[in-house]
């Protein structure tokens, strides 16, 4: 996994995080504001409650799941391409997905796959933007 924390141990952008305050009963999902080091929940109307010390532990929560989403969505991309192989059901002899049934197997296995590439292609943009803060 890459690390997402600096040599202080404090997330490396304004990082989606749950974090855990000293002689608080639950745990806090929240940002961390780099800027101001301090970890922070935002109320819809604007009111900002700050954590700047007290933080027992945190985890960053967006990188996690950023890699669980990205593998996961190989090992789907690989269990449909090997799927699609031979998986006409409208006896079109051809690759050419164009020529197939809108309801044909291997039509709709292609298409998933088209629908997975673009998602991957917004979370590694996502990636990217996320990125930008990072100071390694």
């Known amino acids: 996994m890459i690390d997402m924390q600096d040599k202080d141990n404090k997330p ?3 990082a989606m995080c749950v974090f855990k305050v000293a002689d608080f009963t639950t745990e806090i999902v929240g940002r961390y ?3 101001n080091s301090l970890f922070y929940v935002q109320r819809g109307d604007g009111t900002r409650y700050t954590y700047a ?3 027992e532990w945190f985890r960053v ?3 996690k799941e950023w890699h669980d989403c990205w593998g996961g969505l190989s090992d789907i991309c690989w269990r449909l391409h090997k ?3 031979g998986a006409c059901s409208c006896l079109t002899k051809t690759p050419e997905v164009g ?3 809108p309801t044909c197997s291997y039509r ?3 298409e998933a796959l088209v629908e997975i590439d673009s998602l991957r292609s917004k979370l590694a943009k996502i990636r990217q933007v996320g990125s ?3 100071t390694k």
């Open 108 to 110: 709709l296995f292609h």
């Open 53 to 55: 010390w007290g933080i």
């Open 83 to 85: 799927a699609k192989v």
């Open 33 to 35: 504001d780099r800027e």
């Open 61 to 63: 929560l967006a990188e």
């Open 132 to 134: 930008k803060y990072d």
């Open 99 to 101: 020529y197939h049934n």
């Open 12 to 14: 490396l952008h304004d």
